[in-house]
């Protein structure tokens, strides 16, 4: 799974992105942390970004592509990874379609979270209010005040990106209004139908999670009572949710390469 996440401030993209890290065992790979990575691992292009950062200047795009290059080519991104913040222009875009395209991999999907912004303002509003009436200080970054900027800075850098990919029948819109748990529905279904994930896998592992959750919340009463029986259920749960997640690595290795063109072909049949 290589997706891309769109969607102004406060549309869920976090929340979503953390769902599905827990969900198919891929990496969120932000930015920042990227840039902290590899300027404290002193990498020779974190070397770079240190020099600029030091000196109080935006690290330029070609240091960033820099990075995620050498962040993607680690271990735990070989099963897929979700960028965040990144691409935020259309350059940005065209820098990290030509990194994939050396690399030989390409973009599953790129998904976009559409909202309402005057109901994302009416959020922070309430949100400022509630914590005022508690008595405690609201974050300078959670007020309508700076949303605004925010949400002005999303629709002239970042929103044309919606276009871009749109072009390369790459986007999938997601009605970012619904409740947290339909949106990640509608995204699982979305993975699933591109051939991006496993669903047999993916539920699988899900359900020995919970076997694994209701074992360990069971586990400390019969312990008390002198039974190990649940123990032994905890140990067997924690072993399926091993042999599940094998099966997912399994089943994403032979995930039909056709799948993504067929849903885009329905797409445009629609």
């Known amino acids: 799974?290589?997706?891309?996440?769109?969607?102004?401030?406060?549309?869920?993209?976090?929340?979503?992105?953390q769902r599905l890290v827990q969900r198919n065992g891929v990496v969120q790979l932000s930015t920042g942390e990227m840039l902290r990575a590899a300027v404290a691992a002193e990498t020779p292009i974190g070397l770079k970004a240190k020099d600029i950062m030091a000196s109080g200047g935006l690290v330029p795009d070609d240091v960033v592509v820099g990075i995620i290059s050498d962040r993607i080519e680690q271990p735990d991104a070989r099963r897929g990874f979700i960028l965040d913040g990144f691409p935020r222009t259309v350059p940005q875009a065209e820098a990290l379609d030509d990194?994939?395209?050396?690399?030989?991999?390409?973009?599953?999907?790129?998904?976009?979270?559409?909202?309402?912004?005057?109901?994302?303002?009416?959020?922070?509003?309430?949100?400022?209010?509630?914590?005022?009436?508690?008595?405690?200080d609201v974050r300078i970054d959670d007020t309508p005040e700076v949303l605004i900027k925010r949400l002005a800075a999303y629709r002239a850098q970042t929103e044309p990106l919606i276009h871009y990919y749109s072009e390369r029948r790459k986007l999938v819109t997601v009605d970012g209004m619904m409740t947290i748990e339909e949106v990640t529905r509608e995204i699982g279904r979305i993975l699933h139908a591109l051939g991006a994930v496993d669903s047999k896998a993916s539920k699988k592992a899900h359900s020995a999670k919970r076997a694994v959750k209701k074992a360990a919340q069971s586990a400390p009463k019969s312990a008390s009572r002198g039974r190990p029986a649940a123990k032994k259920a905890a140990k067997g749960a924690r072993k399926a949710v091993k042999a599940a997640s094998k099966a997912a690595r399994k089943g994403a290795r032979k995930?039909?390469?056709?799948?993504?063109?067929?849903?885009t072909k329905k797409r445009a049949k629609a």
């Open 1 to 17: 799974m290589r997706i891309i996440l769109l969607g102004p401030p406060g549309s869920g993209k976090g929340t979503q992105a």
């Open 99 to 136: 990194l994939l395209k050396h690399k030989h991999m390409k973009l599953d999907a790129v998904i976009e979270l559409r909202v309402n912004e005057s109901a994302l303002l009416q959020r922070v509003e309430t949100r400022a209010a509630e914590t005022r009436a508690r008595g405690e």
């Open 255 to 263: 995930a039909v390469p056709g799948a993504a063109k067929k849903v």
